[in-house]
């Protein structure tokens, strides 16, 4: 009598049978969920594919820009739709501009949106600390908003001031305002978490034997960080650059420019027989770019400022579109 054995075949059908139906489920899970609609991604943040474009050329956050998508103005201009400027044509004009000059010149140009610098300086280097007083004022800007966006200060503190040492170059309320951030050491250290630096050693107004520091480069650099929105925030950054860009009755500096559509404002620092010194923007229609132009022991203050008209308005053809 021949013993039965256990129908191996019939257990290994019945296991197929479960394997295959968890299969099919799981398969409709899958299909249902992909179904649905992806969560979408908050504007501004890394992955999102509806950050809004900065015509300043920033790439930082967009906090602050009210950005809805409407279409009821035009598109700005794609950094990739500007031509590329021309370096070495640009650095041959202000070398050949200040070629000769016997006093100690910096200029720095920055282009915020494509990051281009070029520089320039005779008697000195771009990098030497320079005497300048009045330099100091977009970095106590700067370290203002700064203590507004820490919560420290509210806006309404600053407004008046703001306004006053910007626009109508108050030294007083620049004194006020650094005074109001802590103190000089304050804006000194405002400049170097944003790497920059300043020699910031007397208040703004009076005299005194110490002396306040600047570069060309320095300054230029901090410039370049507004019109990219990334000085304290994008936010911040607008209302530093509409402040700059507000037409200034007393501008020591007549820049030369010439076009339509063209904005610009520049912070000057005239002492006569010492240093005659300009910072600014110039905004295009396209694009806008960065002039920093420092000079110590000008042999005549008149002609200094004749020769940062100058260095501003041969500046401008390299960036006309």
Known sequence: MKTKKPDIFLGITICMLVLAAALCIAILVIQKNADKKPTPVTPGTPGSTTEAVVDSGATGSQEGTGSTGATDTPAPVQPA?????????LKAKLDATI??????????????????RVTSSVNCDVADWMTANRMAQV??????Y????????????????????ITQNDTYAADRLTDLVGGREAVKSFAVDNGVKLGF??????????????????TALLLDLICRGELVSKEASDKMLNLLL???DKLAIDPGLTGENLRYGFVTDIEDGTCVCAMGVVQLPNRSFVISVVCNEPVTTDGAKAMITKLISATQPFFAE
Do not use: C, H
């Open 81 to 89: 739709d500007l031509k590329a400027i021309d370096e070495a044509g």
């Open 99 to 116: 070629k000769g000059l016997t006093s100690e010149w910096q200029v720095m140009v920055t282009d915020p949106i494509k990051g281009t």
């Open 139 to 144: 970095f106590i800007m700067g370290a203002a």
């Open 146 to 165: 700064q203590q507004v966006a820490d919560g420290k200060l509210k806006e309404a503190d600053i407004q008046e001031d703001l306004t006053a040492m």
């Open 201 to 218: 050693n007397r208040p703004i107004t009076g005299s005194s034997d110490k002396k306040n520091y600047v570069s060309a480069q320095q």
């Open 246 to 248: 507000t037409p200034n």
